[in-house]
């Protein structure tokens, strides 16, 4: 059971074990005295807390060399290959803390060349993406003094000489190991990695010093810096640092929220209303009818109404575990997400009367 899922920074299928992921890569959980030492710089963000972010490789060396007053810089992307979804967002939510706490600058790279290289897409197309998909990122608040967004087609000018380098450590070998690349990959797909890697090196280029960097991201993306970390000694680099969260849940319960399910997943360019009925026809594991829901109660664990105020919308951890309670006595998941009074009208929230319950939808009575 637990081997029965693929995470690559292109793939991510099955039940997802963290635990079991984590041993796979090779990272470290993030334990409580890395908790409270991080939240001695500000007030622990709720990814943190509640073990979103839940593992990371070298965060204690990182905040070793802040202390003495070696400042790092921020680094994380975005592969544009649609519009921005909430799972996009999640990771950039902790990145923009970090940049308010640790008050360091970010670069966030938007590699329109790889979802060309990946998918069926057209550069137009990518490039496109990468500019609606960097509001997204802006609208979080960043700090635009600090910040700098690297189009990948646009900058590469920069980022060249260091993926080159990058590239000159790598040998093909290593590459099919680490991504699963084979004979009929196309060339580009393989040097593309030389290019994710190149900002977590750009700062040190930049400034012709060692500068410490800090990539918090999904840990599908692990690979990647895997390749970077053991490049980056012999190229007279710092070994960038890792923060890791898991994936954001899809609405239809799945793992991962997903673009190829659009009613599964919610996007930054959806209309409210919009978002409502999703949220509305949510997997939310309720059982089969209103008495079996009352009786029996709910699992929060699979509900993707609890999960979505877990990850994100919640951020009173006390209302959050009340939230918890009342799921597992059968109460409604959907009161706080719609800020309204509990439902006692037996309807399914976002569904036509006569529909609700019973029938083709009845796994989703728990919104009752
Ligand atoms: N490869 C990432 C994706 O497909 C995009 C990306 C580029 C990225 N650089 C990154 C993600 C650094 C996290 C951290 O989405």
């Known amino acids: 059971m637990a081997e029965n899922f693929t995470v690559t920074p292109w793939e991510v299928t099955g039940d997802i074990d963290y635990e079991e992921l984590q041993r796979r890569f090779g990272t470290t959980p993030i334990d409580d005295a890395l908790l409270r ?22 965060m204690n060396t990182l905040l070793d060399e802040y202390d003495k007053g070696s400042r790092f810089v921020l680094y994380t992307g975005r592969g544009p290959s649609g519009s921005t979804h909430l799972g996009h967002i999640m990771p950039w939510i902790l990145n923009k803390w970090l940049q308010d706490v640790f008050d360091v600058p970010m670069y966030f790279q938007m590699t329109d060349d790889e979802k060309f290289l990946f998918k069926d897409l057209t550069l137009g197309e990518t490039r496109s993406m990468a500019y609606d998909n960097a509001l997204d990122f802006i609208a979080l608040g960043f700090d635009p003094e600090k910040t ?3 189009l990948d087609t646009e900058n590469i000018k ?44 750009l700062a040190t280029e930049l400034q012709g010093r060692q500068v410490p960097c800090l990539i918090p991201c999904g840990i599908d993306q692990d690979p990647h810096f895997r390749v970077s970390r053991d490049v980056a000694p012999g190229l007279g680099y710092p070994k ?47 059982r089969v009818s209103v008495d079996e829901q009352r009786k029996l109660g709910g699992n929060p664990e699979v509900c ?10 919640e951020k009173d951890d006390r ?40 029938g083709q939808g009845d796994n989703r009575l728990h919104g009752l």
């Open 240 to 286: 960038p640092s890792m923060l890791y969260c898991k994936m954001f849940p899809g609405l239809g319960g799945g793992d991962k929220m997903s673009s190829s399910d659009p009613n599964a997943t919610i996007f930054t360019t959806d209309t409210p209303k919009k978002v409502k009925s999703k949220i509305g026809r949510a997997f939310t594991g309720g």
């Open 148 to 150: 700098k967004i690297i």
């Open 37 to 58: 030492r991080l939240g001695g710089y500000g007030d622990l963000h709720m990814m943190l807390r509640r073990g979103i972010f839940y593992s990371h490789r070298d």
């Open 319 to 358: 209302k959050v575990e009340e939230m918890s309670d009342r799921c597992r006595r059968g109460g409604d998941p959907l009161r706080r997400m719609q800020g309204g009074p509990h439902r006692e009208d037996k309807r399914v929230p976002g569904r036509p009367p006569g529909q609700e319950g019973g």
């Open 158 to 201: 920069t980022l060249y000489p260091i993926a080159l380098k990058v590239s000159k450590k790598v040998n093909f070998s290593t590459a099919r190991a680490v991504f699963g690349f084979e004979n009929s990959t196309n060339i580009g797909s393989i040097f593309f990695t030389a290019v994710q890697s190149a900002p977590a090196f």
């Open 304 to 313: 993707a109404v609890f999960k979505y105020n877990f990850y994100m919308f």
